[in-house]
């Protein structure tokens, strides 16, 4: 089976190897692929991989080889699912692989934002406490968790590890998720008005796209703190900023953004009491291990003929 990885690089920069697709047959992994690129670097594969590389019905027109397609990540609207059905072609994803690196990253967020320890470590390096009166100092307020409540949006396998490091850290938890029947399940106004943290892991939906926006926010507590590890447009981050501008929101750390790589124009970028990621909550190398071990699970059950995590049955 001849198997083309459009881009592999983000998955795997070096430090894990393709050894598993490669017992499966002949691979070839491209670090990246321009679209233009896209139907020649395919060519007569029988599997090919994408994690952002769109595959439009016009890529698998033009390559009718084509009979299983992995997607790099959970999830897959980079691919025309519908052509790809049309075609008799399952697409694959990988459900989940990232649930205790995204948890841990939010709060790896949240306590920076509560401590600010690289800037207190600057300062100590720059001569600071050195030469201060005190035995100690701070630049900044610092916030204790315990007592504090964290309202979720979304609350799948990501938000449910969250809230169990939030209950660790003396947190009190309120949910918002249309979907979910749990006892801390509350509507949205609820939710907001009672948090002082707002984290968010719903999937971008019609429903979501758009959802903190001015008016959710002014139903926020003054001085809360936002966290946004799901998806960009959930959040109108034109909104966002202004309400980091006049304080009503203490802080917010997002790594994720409406365009990524983010645009130098995102209202953001420019933000005070703003922290901004490059989309890694994700990326530690035991969570990309296990992407990379489900990808090829989702290919060797193809060839067995009892394919899984298939997103167009």
């Known amino acids: 089976m001849k198997i083309v990885v459009l881009d592999g690089y983000t998955l795997n920069p070096g430090d894990l190897s393709w050894d598993g697709l490669e017992a499966l047959g002949s691979v070839t992994v491209y670090d990246r692929t321009a679209n233009d690129d896209i139907v020649k670097r395919i060519g007569n594969a029988e599997a090919i991989y994408t994690n952002k590389t769109p595959v439009t019905r016009a890529v698998l027109d033009a390559c009718p080889s084509v009979r299983f397609i992995g997607v790099l990540a959970t999830g897959y609207n980079v691919v025309d699912v519908e052509a790809a059905k049309e075609k008799g072609i399952p697409v694959c994803n990988v459900p989940t692989y990232g649930t205790a690196a995204v948890a841990q990253y939010v709060f790896a967020l949240l306590l920076e934002i509560c401590h600010h320890v690289a800037d207190h470590d600057a300062a100590v390096k720059n001569g600071e406490w050195t030469n201060n009166k005190d035995f100690c100092f701070w630049k900044h307020p610092l916030i204790e968790l315990a007592g504090k409540t964290l309202g979720l949006i979304g609350y799948g396998r990501i938000g449910k590890a969250t809230a169990k490091i939030a209950r660790a850290f003396g947190m009190n938890v309120v949910v918002y998720d249309d979907y979910a029947n749990e006892p801390e399940c509350v509507p949205i106004n609820g939710m907001i008005a009672a948090s002082d943290v707002i984290s968010i892991h719903c999937p971008l939906t019609e429903e979501t796209r758009g959802l903190i926006n001015a ?80 990808a090829v699970e989702d290919l060797r059950a193809f060839i067995q003929g009892e394919p899984v995590n298939v997103v167009n049955p």
């Open 215 to 294: 008016e959710t926010i002014k139903r926020m507590k003054d001085g809360v703190i936002l966290i946004n590890t799901a998806r960009g447009p959930v959040v109108n981050e034109a909104d966002l900023a202004n309400a980091l501008e006049s304080g009503k929101v203490y802080y917010a750390a997002t790594d994720v953004a409406s365009t990524e790589p983010i645009l130098m124009d995102n209202p953001l970028m420019k933000a005070r009491h703003c922290i901004i990621t490059p989309h890694i909550a994700w990326a530690n190398k035991e969570s990309r291990k296990r992407l990379m071990d489900v």
